[in-house]
């Protein structure tokens, strides 16, 4: 370009964009092309309504600047709403819908065309947003954030291409009361889903590191805040790259389409917990999260993290879109944002790389064991993992519609691929579900099928510590307790970072008489899981008192599991004993009746007689000190 035919200007520039042409063209190229011209004729219209100017249309791509900010939304908004109307008029399979991006920056004008920064970040915008949705930069939003009837959410920070520093991204949100509202985090879906108030339910054994189990195993109690056992509200940084992996949001906009979401997420935490040399928060701390707006720093405080990765993820047909960012929770500052758009068939090769960029950033080094247990691939068959997706999901429900439904799922699972390990591993799943919930219809018989579905699991991987970590809890209930402590020291082994496999170990280890050997793993499961539900406090509670030391300890434990799951009926079991046991006679009383309004059959010599502690003594103890508090 010659100098002196170019003019420097600050523009507020408009990227809009057809979602999807080129599969509309393929399918009805004439009739695409006829409805592309409409709408850009409307589009067209809109512009010059409010004062702007169509510089050119390329393709499926149309550019306008504006000399104002707010004439510039206001157009898209109402480009999006006429486009809607009219896209409603035609068959679904024709419908054209596009994404839009707004940028307010420097631009360089020549022969009537626009060129510079400023367009580039507005286009990068635009390939953002959702199809029928809107994005816009920070310069945007910080002119724009009380003017107009509408709401925005952060999407964080995104590197664009030619771009030095990240631009930081928000998408409009067109709800009616949204006004003047900017949620500061990725996770917005709260207006969405008819407003249903979103509860978080830490269920205690996660699919993929435990299971969800109704009242054996008590869910965590309501968000209040994180501790450790030792009350402190900051926890401390490791001494290695810490981490927490939030759950990546769902932007398909089908709320059935979350499993999937949410599987992606969980392997990502599962695949990095294998790592010594990292620290990764445990899933259920980071779910704790979700749909919540958060300031990085309090996180890190309040998990013990320095770093966080969160993202969201559209799936469309046969393919994906995903967004992934890692963030320096201490500084807020993007360590790297990258975005893929990939066929879904390649969604195994985005996980190994989202996970790759983790470890190449946080300069970490696998050993021989961790590459070939973090790369091991546990189907090649799209069908078979999406279907485990859902399977998991369900068995998260912790009923028996949702255990039943997870079988039928597992079964189909199978038959696509019949040696996809994890399947077997979550088929065992149920049937431990239904033996510690008491569904089943016969607990011998769910205990058995547990045992042999985890077995089977491991035949064929043997990498797999959570399926490891449930057997050798299953073993201590049929009296195989060396085998139960092998299990269970293998999968601490195998998943140094799974709060979900110290727990069980705890339990393991607490019920084969070693305590104090599982106050250790009692205690490292809680803080990797800094919203641990009571019964992990009641876990650790109880290992004092099987070791015979430190009331001092075992009441803080209890006490903090008590106020984790003030309903649960094994937590007051276990403040009872605990209470009873240290001479508390006020308290265990008072825990002991709680626990009879919890469940009125309760009755010490039976409840103790089932427990699987290898020792009677124990067993004595605990009848004992239950008998004591009046039970």
């Known amino acids: 370009m010659s100098a002196d035919k170019q003019k420097r200007k600050l523009a507020a520039v408009l990227s809009a964009d057809a979602a999807g042409y080129s599969r509309l063209m393929e399918h009805d190229e004439e009739g695409s092309l006829d409805t592309l011209k409409a709408h850009f004729q409307v589009m067209g219209s809109l512009v010059a309504k409010h004062r702007g100017r169509v510089v050119a249309i390329h393709g499926d791509n149309l550019l306008a600047e504006f000399g104002s900010v707010v ?36 631009v360089i004008e020549e022969d009537g ?55 930081r991204v928000y998408r409009i949100l067109p709800e009616p009361d949204a006004f003047g509202k900017t949620v500061g985090k990725i996770w917005y879906r709260l207006k969405q889903w008819q407003k249903v108030a979103l509860t978080i339910t830490v269920v205690l054994l996660q699919v993929g590191g435990g299971i969800a189990v109704k009242r054996y195993m008590d869910p965590a109690s309501s968000f209040s805040g994180i501790f450790s056992f030792l009350g402190q509200e900051s926890l401390p940084l490791p001494d290695k790259p810490s981490i927490a992996v939030f759950p990546f949001e769902n932007m398909t906009g089908d709320p059935k389409q979350e499993y999937f979401t949410d599987g992606f997420t969980e392997q990502i935490i599962t695949s990095l ?151 077997y591993m979550y088929m065992g799943a149920t049937h431990i579900q239904d033996f510690l919930a008491g569904s089943g219809k016969s607990p011998k018989e769910s205990l058995a099928q547990g045992i042999e579905w985890e077995q089977k699991a491991l035949a064929m991987d043997d990498s797999l510590a959570e399926a490891h970590a449930r057997l050798g809890h299953l073993y201590t209930f049929v009296n195989r307790h060396e085998e139960a402590i092998a299990e269970a020291e293998k999968a601490m082994a195998m998943d140094p970072n799974s709060a979900a496999v110290h727990f069980m170990a705890g339990l393991v280890l607490r019920f084969s008489g070693k305590p104090a050997e599982s106050i250790p793993a009692c205690k490292k499961s809680i803080r990797l899981e800094p919203f641990a539900p009571g019964i992990y406090y009641g876990n650790l509670g109880m290992a004092y008192f099987t ?6 300890e075992a009441i803080k434990a209890v006490e903090k599991g008590l106020e984790r799951t003030p309903d649960g009926m094994i937590v007051h079991f276990m403040a009872t004993t605990v209470y009873s046991w240290c001479g508390k006679e006020k308290e265990a009383r008072k825990t002991a009746k709680e626990l009879l309004r919890i469940s009125p059959k309760f009755s010490a010599e039976s409840f103790a007689k089932r427990l699987p502690q290898i020792h009677q003594k124990d067993k004595d103890r605990i009848t004992d000190a239950l008998r004591k508090a009046g039970l």
């Not at 021989?368 to 189907?379: F, P």
């Not at 070791?547 to 001092?552: A, F, L, V």
């Open 547 to 552: 070791n015979g030391t430190d009331c001092e």
């Open 71 to 106: 004439d510039a939304v206001r157009c898209a908004i109402e480009i999006q709403n006429d486009l809607k109307t009219r896209n409603e008029k035609l068959p679904e399979a024709s419908r054209m819908l596009f994404r839009i991006g707004i940028n307010l920056g420097d």
């Open 273 to 423: 917990s294998k790592i010594s040399s990292l620290f990764v928060i445990s899933r259920n701390s980071s779910f704790t999260y979700k749909g919540k707006p958060v300031k990085m720093k309090k996180v890190s405080k309040g998990l013990g993290v320095r770093y966080v990765l969160e993202g969201s993820i559209q799936k469309s047909g046969d393919r994906v879109r995903i967004n992934a960012q890692l963030i320096d929770a201490i500084s807020d500052k993007h360590l790297w944002a990258e975005n893929y758009d990939r066929s879904l068939k390649d969604i195994f090769a985005l996980q190994d790389e989202i996970i790759l960029k983790i470890l190449t950033a946080l300069q970490v080094n696998l050993t021989s064991g961790e590459q070939t247990r973090v790369w091991a691939k546990g189907t090649k068959n799209l069908e078979a993992y999406l279907r485990l997706m859902q399977a998991r999901e369900s068995i998260l429900k912790g009923d028996e519609a949702g255990t039943a439904r997870a079988r039928q799922l597992i079964e189909e699972t199978i038959a696509l691929d019949p040696r996809y390990a994890q399947a």
């Open 113 to 167: 065309n626009i060129y510079g920064d400023g367009v580039n970040v507005a286009s990068r915008l635009e390939s953002l947003a959702d199809a029928g949705g809107i994005c816009i930069s920070r310069s945007v939003h910080d002119h724009v954030k009380n003017k107009l009837d509408v709401g925005y959410q952060s999407l964080g920070s995104h590197s664009v291409k030619n771009i030095a520093e990240p631009v």
